[in-house]
Nanobody, 119 residues
Framework: VQLQASGGGRVQPGGSLRLSCAASGSVLHIEVMGWYRQGPGKERELVASVTGDRITTYADSVKGRFTISSSIAARLWTLQMNSLQPEDTAVYYC??????????????WGQGTQVTVSS
């Protein structure tokens, strides 16, 4: 399974960006699709996730500004980021958790895409 993330870039405070992640390969039953980020000198943290049952979770710091959406069939999920602030600057990683009867739960990461919010 491979994850391909896209959509990062540089934006001014208050601006918007949209990240996308596409999964390819032998994806099994999808349990969770998500986005994490790691800022300079910080640990990787969950930004947003959505389960196969479409239950969403957001970090408190992004609630009301970021929206995660997904298509299980297309194996694609996006993160719409609005009202971006300098503290949102980080490398963003997409994440996929799937499960198979014999394989058990599996965890995959995309390559990371840089988001820089600066004037």
């Amino acid at each position: 399974v491979q994850l391909q993330a896209s959509g990062g870039g540089r934006v001014q405070p208050g601006g918007s960006l949209r990240l996308s992640c596409a999964a390819s390969g032998s994806v099994l039953h999808i349990e969770v699709m998500g986005w994490y980020r790691q800022g300079p000198g910080k640990e990787r943290e969950l930004v947003a996730s959505v389960t196969g049952d479409r239950i969403t979770t957001y970090a408190d710091s992004v609630k009301g500004r970021f929206t995660i959406s997904s298509s299980i069939a297309a194996r694609l999920w996006t993160l719409q980021m609005n009202s971006l602030q300098p503290e949102d600057t980080a490398v963003y990683y997409c994440n996929l958790v799937d499960r198979g009867i014999s394989e058990g739960q599996r965890n995959y990461w995309g390559q990371g895409t840089q988001v820089t919010v600066s004037s």
